[in-house]
């Protein structure tokens, strides 16, 4: 049997929706909910997830963001000096977070919790005073190491006096609840090697895809073809998709330079990347390296909007640079039935299995080379694609998801 057969097994047993109570979720999200990429996506979905078998869920987050529909959002005031917020780490998010404690402890007294639900470390910490004002569980909802995402976005240095003092607070956090839930097995092994968690307190539960949306039999030929009349994309070349932040460390760089390197051999491809912030610095940087011809930026791809955007492409690429972080932007890749190139980490190992096409991590030469071969092999991008499709169908469901997530939440309760 070969890994990509082999599905995660999960820690507790599904639950059974007939005999369990409605639960009353209060999810605390650090973060500017709803925007279109990431960790955004999973709370979303495990919200849902969580409606559709009755429970109620209220999401304390900032006050920007999208609201969307079924959902109840509560959001704090905005900082008087800061209309805005940058993706990413920044002093400002501090001030944000001291505002978000607060809103926290209003709408927790308000609402009544069953179950206090933190994303991320900064909603972990929130969530347990909240947690603890209530007398109720806390469960976090683990998504990456946090000093390893301040360093990926260059805001703390890992060899610099303030890097020893936020390991501690990520250790003291990662303490406090109750149970943690992991994005993967990565997450996993790093909460148990290098904090010393207790296994008995970590449930694995990668991200998932919406394989109903995500399905490429809602996007025909010609369909597809307005769409790129649209975009200004080429109809008579092979399209390398991308969608999520346009980021150095999510490897948008080595994007360009792998499409320079295209460019260079005589290698016929058209580059479509979708997502933001920073779209006028790449679009420079693409003019830089003379391969603005055969890239186009979309900008913001709504998230409503992303399964016709995605469906253009005929190889996916996710060159992440992070060994910590998920990479839920994957599933949505596989369920699009994308064979994907991926620079190989733990995390998109244990997503794709033996179905990625790998290069070594931060490697732009074998990057740019498993894109060329996939481009020049129809078929293998075909059954590649297939494959990864019956594999989010098949292991990385919603619906699964938030029948364990209910379970644990049940056995927290009791």
């Known amino acids: 049997m070969t890994p990509s057969e082999i599905a995660p097994t999960p820690r507790y047993k599904a639950v059974d929706t007939a005999v369990t109570r409605p639960l009353r979720i209060l999810m605390v999200a650090p973060t500017s909910f709803f925007s279109d990429y990431g960790g955004h996506i999973r709370i979303l979905e495990e919200t849902r997830a969580l409606q559709a078998l009755g429970h109620q869920v209220a999401i304390v987050t900032y006050y ?183 980021t150095d460390y999510q490897g948008i760089p080595h994007l360009l330079q792998a499409a320079a390197h295209l460019k260079h051999t005589g290698g016929l491809a058209h580059f479509l990347i979708m997502g933001y912030p920073n779209v006028d610095h790449y679009r420079q940087m693409a003019q830089h390296l003379d391969v603005s011809d055969m890239v186009t930026f979309t900008g913001k791809v709504e998230y409503r909007d992303a399964p016709a955007f995605l469906s253009l492409g005929d190889v996916a690429v996710a060159p992440k640079m992070s060994a910590t972080e998920g990479s839920g932007k994957l599933l949505n890749y596989m369920a699009l039935a994308q064979p994907i190139v991926a620079y190989d980490s733990p995390v998109h190992r244990e997503y794709l299995a033996d179905l990625g096409v790998f290069a070594p991590l931060g490697d732009v030469a074998a990057f740019t080379q498993a894109i060329a071969d996939l481009l020049s092999d129809p078929q293998r991008r075909h059954q590649l694609g297939r494959q990864l499709r019956q594999r989010a169908t098949a292991v990385y469901s919603w619906q699964r998801a938030g029948e364990e997530i209910a379970t644990l939440y049940q056995s927290l309760t009791k």
Not at 68 to 91: F, N, Q
């Open 64 to 246: 920007k963001g999208s609201d969307m529909p079924g959902l109840d959002i509560r959001r704090t005031r905005p900082l008087p000096w800061r209309t805005d917020y940058e993706v990413g780490s920044s002093r400002h998010k501090l001030a944000f977070d001291v505002l978000l404690a607060g809103q926290s402890l209003v709408e927790g007294w308000r609402y009544g919790p069953d179950i206090v639900h933190g994303h991320m470390h900064e909603g972990a910490l929130i969530g347990s005073m909240v947690a603890k004002l209530l007398r109720v569980p806390l469960v976090f909802d683990f998504q990456g190491s946090l000093t390893a995402e301040m360093v990926d976005h260059k805001f703390l240095n890992r060899d610099g006096r303030g890097y020893s003092w936020a390991f501690r607070l990520e250790k003291y956090i990662n303490t406090l609840p109750a149970a943690i839930l992991t994005s993967s097995r990565q997450a996993t092994h790093l909460l148990q090697d290098q904090f010393n968690i207790p296994p008995s307190c970590l449930y694995p539960l990668p991200d998932c895809a919406d394989t109903t949306r995500f399905n490429p039999d809602h996007f025909p030929a010609d369909m597809k073809q307005r769409l790129k009349a649209q975009l200004g994309v080429p109809t008579d070349r092979p399209i390398v998709a991308y969608l999520g932040l346009l």
